[in-house]
């Protein structure tokens, strides 16, 4: 068979020039829901003009700014091929441990210990939420675990935990240190908002222009393949896991500074939300695939649904009918313009 | 220098390794001297590629040390050191599909500027002179999924030979190569080993290693048998130590044609398939037809169409008078095609499922009554699978995925084979085959067409195209010749290319 | 504006103020009834309504709440489920001299104009009187909680403790947590009655569990009147038609009819009475209950929430309303 | 050199005797719970001595006999590789529906139709259930849309639409034909105990030894594979769904005669426990792999574990965490006896 080698002379049809078709398109998916965005805001203006006034803006923005960021942590999980649902736990628990240890039980009927100085808060939930990623990752990563089911688990304890250690009451009286950051405002703009903005820019080039960043990509992608290619899959899972929980640590923290309080219900049942946002906003499930600012766009979609059906006065038992018909609708549409199958 | 006096590139020594209750090596070892080329053979299952991931840190092994230029390997967390010892080809393919060709190219080494961040436009520069240099000419801004299975290979290839590293291994790259790739691959390997570059190379085709390598090692079940210079084994002495047995390779295969008087059963009449390529031909009972041609022939696209997996566009294949309905699989089972898919790992087998499981999948009449399976008969069929095919396994309950490569492709023979099919479609049959398993799963065709059945053979592979009675040859889409048994081998190859040597 | 959920919209006229209405939820029979009484209530008093639902949310209804600002309403009527948590926006809507009426629960910090509410702790001492009265003062008794995270069950919960601990301390309380889920409940309750065949008396907090606790009872073969001594008493909460109906049958003794129809009835008019600038002083009040100073700042208008019996007889010292009593709101619903 | 090859002449080891180690191990597999479940009976009896009392059992089985069939519908569509969260929203609506067009407004103050009569429940509830699962087969298989997100959204709209036709109330006075499977006895067990033990009966038959059934777990391990194969991929997932569907609305009908009334959040939050029990039964997220019987051992485990806790009478607050921290133990747990790594 030898000579099959040697004969080969027919010379190559001359390569086609290379076409930018395809990242067009794949630019073009990550923009999949403008065009319903824009619907949406269409529509909000036409129910009530107040939807496009600043304040009105600023209000969704700031309602969904804690939100995001939790959908901000899911999407570097679900990128590397994981799961995590016990991020809306840790939005609860991060700042209740904070609040448990600070506040003072004089002022709060018996609540807290007041073990810990106030100006240690932010840390110290930072702490707890990277603390509950790393735990996640040792069940995930080191005993080999379903993701989703170990982090199901951990939602339900850790709510739990907060019930426990809050008696199911609601922390309040909360340090400076807790409420600032949530209800503060920088330039006339709350300061959640320029927060939630900038951690979704620090995101994109993230994920879009360093190694690690990548590596979340081919992790999810194909971990095989990234282990061969020299990817230390489980350290960056881990690590992913960490920042996931810090993240969602954060925006309970500011959710938390809003409310001037931690309720034992913080965050309880947000996972639904959080997942349709990414999901909506092209972040696929089977890892590997999905964009920071789809996921922007998908959280940003959501809320403004949510604005228009608030402005529009729906009748009280048919919010969630249109608020869930509208979520299909989107689908939808993005099927529609981004034109592939999702999965 | 003498052959001794060189220093060992990778040398592995004791190496054992189990899977469960599978020995896939068992005190092998393996010593790769500087600059050469040095080839690893062995059947199916023997232990090769276990043994590369070990080579490569993907898999520690159970006892045993590897070392490299003399000192002990990285530990098994340190991809980057693995890396900088050896770059490899895998037998499986690791390439990222949602992740673009270019930046498959530049994985986890991705070309950075200020900040550290990546520098895409340059990045795809580089992808591109990449790609060019091998001819490969796909956008490198497309998602890899979007490539062909020989396009891949070929990005996996390119991978592995750009990292500048001093030792590459390559486990089976030509298996999904065609002729001129396999060429641009082997002018590719000299002009390396030139520069000192040293290989470990996996083939099962017999000839390459005679064409490219200095010395050869040879494994079986899961042990090392022997290490020579090639010169000093011939090709039977291979394949004995190989085998264990002495066996005489293939003689001549050449039998008469069916009798021309012979039955119609399988007509193709005018079938365009989605992306324009067009077949038309007959064949009659026993008799075993081949469809050749070069990457783009068509002859991929012309045979899935055939069988129902792709919708044709037009035209009409009849089994034994019987229409198809086109794109069904189902009809087509019906009428009693089997077929052995392209890409065996995506259309062949359900990996989790048994053996036997996955071999009667296409039959489930014969395994039971009014949908409910026997289990016991089920069992039944895929031992006697098993055993005819000889695929290496404890038993019909085995998943497939525990199977290494080759005898996978043997359990999608043995799917195609279930149903007793009057057409049997076989698309490049015995790719990743080992030498011996090869001649059986020829063999295999031939009972076939001795019991009246009509074979299609679509492939490239001289090998596979021999026992054929007549192989049509496809260019661009259509079918510009066709050649009767006892074709020399120049001719077809030379007719594939879209050249006619008589007329030239 | 284009609201279609408010007929007082179409008659009211443009002199009408617009006040934004909150609904906590709308998933339970109790809401559901308030959500009924709200439109009626408006048109009633002469405001334009402007209504949302915040299913349970608080940080959905801090936005909502936003909504009503951007609406420029000039009065809010709300149900806040977590009275800590609304602090900042009761501060915010008191620097844009926006009055605020709560209904159901009482902010822990910060100034409303009114609180209108039943007692939830009467609610839990209530029921506790009537299960101590009957069990004579001994025995076993089965609560049915809801959540924890949940205030005015918690409210409940720690009256019952509390009126069981010191009046009737033969009387042994296992509390049972339900998330608010019938078949939870029903499954917590079986279990018990496993383990503790002698239960002679449940209370639950709320009519969530109704129906599933008949059908164990029943199951078991503890359905009987009350003159039989297998008998349990039942005590249940909120006063649906479906607990007075109940009542009627001998099927449950006792509940707690929360004044769905007064919390819209006077929230509406308190918050009507802020837009026209009135104030209003502790004592009592034209309607059968009392307004106290809770702190300053802060007025409650405690309304009566009468617990119903088959007989209306007098329960701790208290008089009860009987079943078929027509100013119970489940009656004229 | 060349004595080494004349000297292999031995030939070709025979293949091993065809073990039954395989099947053993993957029977194993099955019952890897089956520890747990004793451990937690063991603890139960210490814990009270009415835990292994007949009447005790049969009240964890009637309490878990509707979510088992849920778990049952739900582990039919993961074995394909798809999901289905909708299943808990179809669980309320299906019974809804039918109380919806069957009660009687004069008896309920208001609510309900009464145009249908009440001899026709039972079929109505199925038929919203089968219709549910259809339209959610058109959306995913027609459309191409990513299931989960898909019935994510059908979660919420048919919750929705529940809360809409009852305004959020409960229906009450149900007819006779709708309560009783759910309340009837049967040789002194409840029929819903009957119920759901002869339908994972017929499913164990059904995927292990129907074409049909064997070609769920061809779908789920690899969909090309399968087509390529003669399955009709679409169709079996689209029958998938509409069976599970009905199972749901089954289940539905089931519970809403044990209750003899249909509340607007029946089943809400009730997803989170089904995939629970399903995954911890060993029914991978990923398709392909689990079977019924370790589906059922999955949600046995689950309430013994809540049966014991009550009996224990844990504190109120500290339920929710015990009980997710339980969870927790029993993956490990069923991680080590089972071996391989979860997916
Ligand atoms: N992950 C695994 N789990 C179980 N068994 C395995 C696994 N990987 C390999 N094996 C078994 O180990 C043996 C050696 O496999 P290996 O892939 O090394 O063979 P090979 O020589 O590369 O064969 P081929 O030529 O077919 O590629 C085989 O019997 C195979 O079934
Ligand atoms: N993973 C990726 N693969 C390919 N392109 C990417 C990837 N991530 C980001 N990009 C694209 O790279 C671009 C930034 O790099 P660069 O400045 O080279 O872009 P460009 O100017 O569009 O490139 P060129 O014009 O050379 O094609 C962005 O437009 C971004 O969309
Ligand atoms: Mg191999
Ligand atoms: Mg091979």
Redesign the interface.
């Known amino acids: 068979?030898?000579?099959?080698?040697?004969?080969?002379?027919?010379a190559?049809?001359?390569?086609?020039p290379?076409?930018?078709?395809?990242?067009a398109l794949a630019r073009l998916r990550d923009l999949a829901l403008v065009p319903a965005i824009v619907t949406v805001a269409i529509v909000g203006y036409i129910v009530s003009p107040v939807f496009l006034r600043t304040d009105n803006i600023i209000n969704v923005l700031q309602s969904m700014s804690e939100i995001a960021i939790v959908v901000l942590a899911e999407t570097l999980v679900l990128i590397t091929g994981k799961m995590d649902l016990s991020l809306e736990s840790t939005f609860g628990l991060a700042p209740g441990i904070a609040a448990w240890l600070i506040v003072d039980p004089a002022v709060t009927h018996g609540l807290g210990l007041h073990a810990v100085p106030g100006a240690l808060a932010i840390p110290l939930v930072l702490l707890t939420g990277a603390l509950i990623g790393a735990f996640n990752g040792l069940l995930i990563v080191r005993f080999g675990l379903n993701g989703f089911i170990v982090t199901l688990g951990m939602l339900i304890v850790l709510r739990g935990l907060l019930t426990g250690i809050s008696g199911g009451k609601t922390f309040f009286a909360l340090p400076e240190s807790m409420t600032y950051l949530g209800s503060a405002s920088w330039l006339a703009v709350p300061a959640s908002i320029w927060i939630s903005l900038i951690l979704f820019a620090v995101a994109v080039?993230v994920l879009?222009?360093?190694?690690a960043g990548?590596?979340l990509?081919?992790i999810?992608?194909?971990a095989?393949?990234?282990?061969?290619?020299?990817?230390?899959t489980d350290r960056v899972v881990w690590l992913t896991l960490v920042v996931a929980g810090t993240l969602a640590a954060l925006a309970g923290l500011l959710i938390s500074g809003r409310l001037a309080s931690v309720t034992a219900a913080q965050g309880d049942g947000a996972i639904f939300q959080v997942f349709a946002a990414a999901v909506i906003g092209g972040v696929?499930l089977n890892g590997?695939?999905g964009t920071v600012f789809g996921a922007f766009t998908g959280v940003l979609l959501l809320f403004l649904i949510i604005n228009v059906l608030t402005l529009a006065g729906v009748p009280a038992q048919w919010t969630n009918f249109l608020n869930g018909a509208v979520i299909l609708v989107a689908l939808v549409v993005s099927r529609v313009t981004g034109g592939k199958a999702q999965t | 220098m003498t052959y001794e006096e060189m220093a060992p590139v990778v040398e592995a020594v004791d190496i054992g390794k189990r899977f469960g209750?599978t020995v896939a090596l068992d005190r092998a070892g393996i010593t790769v001297r500087a600059g050469e080329t040095h080839a690893l053979v062995g059947r199916n299952g023997a232990g090769k590629s276990t043994l590369v991931d070990i080579l490569?840190g993907?898999q520690a092994p159970d006892t045993g040390r590897v070392s490299f230029g003399g000192r002990a390997a990285p530990p098994p967390?340190d991809?980057?050191a693995?890396?900088r010892q050896v770059a490899?080809v895998?037998q499986?393919?690791?390439?990222?599909?949602?992740?673009?060709v270019a930046?498959n190219l530049f994985?986890?080494?991705?070309d950075?500027g200020a900040g550290?961040?990546?520098r895409?436009r340059a990045l795809r520069r580089s992808a591109?002179e990449l790609l060019?240099a091998w001819?490969v000419?796909v956008?490198?801004?497309?998602?890899a999924s979007?490539l062909t299975v020989e396009q891949r290979q070929f990005v996996e290839i390119a991978r592995a030979l750009s990292f500048g590293a001093r030792f590459i291994i390559l486990d089976e790259p030509t298996a999904q190569l065609d002729?001129?790739g396999?060429?641009?691959l082997?002018d590719r390997i000299r002009a390396l080993r030139a520069q000192g570059v040293t290989f470990l190379f996996i083939s099962h085709?017999l000839?390459e290693i005679?064409?490219i390598c200095d010395v050869v090692t040879v494994f079986?079940?899961a042990r090392h048998?022997?290490?020579?210079p090639v010169a000093?084994?011939d090709r039977a002495?291979l394949v004995?130590?190989m085998?264990?047995?002495?066996v005489s390779l293939a003689g001549d295969t050449y039998r008469p044609p069916p009798p021309a008087d012979a039955a119609v059963r399988v007509v193709v009449r005018d079938l365009v398939t989605a992306s324009g390529a067009g077949a038309s031909f007959e064949a009659r009972t026993g008799e075993v037809v081949g469809l050749a041609g070069g990457g783009s022939s068509g002859k991929f696209e012309v045979a899935e169409a055939l069988v129902g997996?792709a919708k044709p566009a037009g035209g009409k294949v009849t089994v034994d008078g019987r229409t198809l309905r086109r794109g069904s699989?189902?009809d087509?089972?019906a009428a009693g095609v089997g077929?052995v898919?392209q890409d065996r790992h995506?259309?062949?087998?359900?990996?989790?499922?048994?053996i036997a499981?996955n071999v009667t999948?296409?039959v489930?009449g014969r395994i039971?009554r009014h949908?409910?399976?026997s289990?016991a008969r089920r069992d039944a069929i895929a031992?006697g699978f098993?055993?005819d095919l000889?695929i290496?396994?404890?038993?019909?309950?085995?998943?497939v995925s525990d199977l290494s490569g080759g005898n996978q492709q043997k359990v999608v023979m043995g799917?195609a084979l279930a149903g007793d099919p009057k057409l049997l479609v076989l698309v490049t049959p015995t790719a990743g085959v080992d030498v011996r398993s090869k001649q059986t799963l020829l063999g295999v065709v031939d009972q076939v067409r001795g019991r009246g059945s009509v074979v299609l053979i679509v492939s490239d592979e001289?090998?596979d195209l021999r026992i054929c009675d007549r192989v049509l040859v496809m260019v661009q889409g259509r079918i510009v010749r066709e050649m009767q048994a006892g074709w020399r081998?120049?001719d077809l190859?030379?007719a594939m290319?879209?050249?006619d040597l008589d007329h030239v | 504006a284009c609201n279609r959920d408010s007929p007082a919209a179409t008659d009211a006229g443009a002199a009408a103020p617009l006040v934004g209405v909150d609904y906590p939820r709308s998933d339970t029979d109790f809401w559901n009834s308030y959500i009924k009484y709200v439109p009626p209530s408006a048109q009633a008093v002469g405001v334009e309504l402007k209504t949302t639902n915040s299913q349970n949310d608080v940080a959905a209804l801090i936005s909502n709440v936003q909504t009503f600002v951007s609406q420029d309403v000039k009065g809010v009527v709300m149900a806040p489920q977590d009275t800590a948590a609304i602090a900042p926006t009761l501060e915010q809507l008191a620097t844009k001299k926006v009055p605020v009426v709560t209904i159901d629960t009482r902010p822990d910090t910060g100034s409303v104009y009114m609180v209108v509410r039943a007692d939830n702790r009467a609610y839990g001492t209530k029921a506790c009187q009537f299960l101590g009265a009957k069990l004579g003062g001994k025995g076993k008794v089965v609560m049915l909680q809801g959540d924890l995270a949940s205030i005015n069950g918690r409210d409940r919960t720690e009256a019952f403790n509390d009126c069981m601990k010191n009046d009737f301390p033969g009387i042994r309380v296992f509390g049972e947590v339900t998330d608010w889920k019938g078949d939870v409940a029903a499954s917590k309750l079986q279990t018990r009655l496993a383990s503790d065949p002698d239960v002679k008396g449940v209370y639950m907090q709320s009519s969530f569990a109704l129906s599933g606790t008949l059908q164990v009872l029943k199951q078991k073969g503890l359905q009987v009147p009350p003159s039989d001594p297998k008998h349990v008493f039942i005590v249940s909460n909120d006063g649906i038609p479906e607990e007075l109906k109940n009542i009627k049958d001998g099927l449950i003794d006792a509940t707690v009819s929360q004044p769905a129809d007064l919390y819209a009835k006077y929230g509406l008019h308190y918050i009507k009475a802020a837009i026209d600038g009135k104030a209003f002083q502790p004592g009592p009040t034209d309607h059968d209950s009392t307004i106290i100073k809770v702190r300053e700042g802060l007025l409650e208008d405690q309304l009566s929430a009468p617990l119903v019996t088959a007989d209306g007889a007098t329960i701790g010292g208290e008089k009860t309303a009987k079943y078929d009593d027509t100013s119970l709101w489940g009656n004229n619903s």
Chains 1, 4 share one sequence.
């Not at chain 2, 499986?92 to 673009?100: E, Y």
């Not at chain 2, 290496?392 to 998943?399: D, E, I, N, T």
């Open positions: 068979m030898s000579d099959t080698l040697s004969s080969t002379t027919a190559e049809a001359p390569p086609p290379a076409t930018r078709r395809i990242p080039v879009g222009y360093t190694r990548r590596s990509y081919a999810g992608g194909n095989d393949a990234a282990r061969a290619a020299g990817v230390r696929s590997g695939k | 209750s490569t993907l967390g991809r980057d693995w890396r490899c895998y499986k393919s690791t390439i990222i599909g949602a992740l673009t930046e994985l986890n080494r991705h950075r550290g961040l990546i895409w591109r060019a001819s000419d956008d490198v801004d497309q998602p979007a002729g001129t396999i060429s641009r082997f085709h000839q005679y064409e079986r079940d048998i022997v290490t020579a000093e084994l002495a004995a130590a085998t264990g047995e002495d997996l699989v189902p087509a089972l077929l898919p995506r259309q062949g087998l359900v990996p989790l499922l048994s499981e999948m296409t489930p039971g949908g409910l399976i289990p031992h098993i055993t000889a290496k396994a404890s038993g019909p309950h085995v998943p799917r001289l090998d081998d120049n190859v030379a290319e879209g050249v």
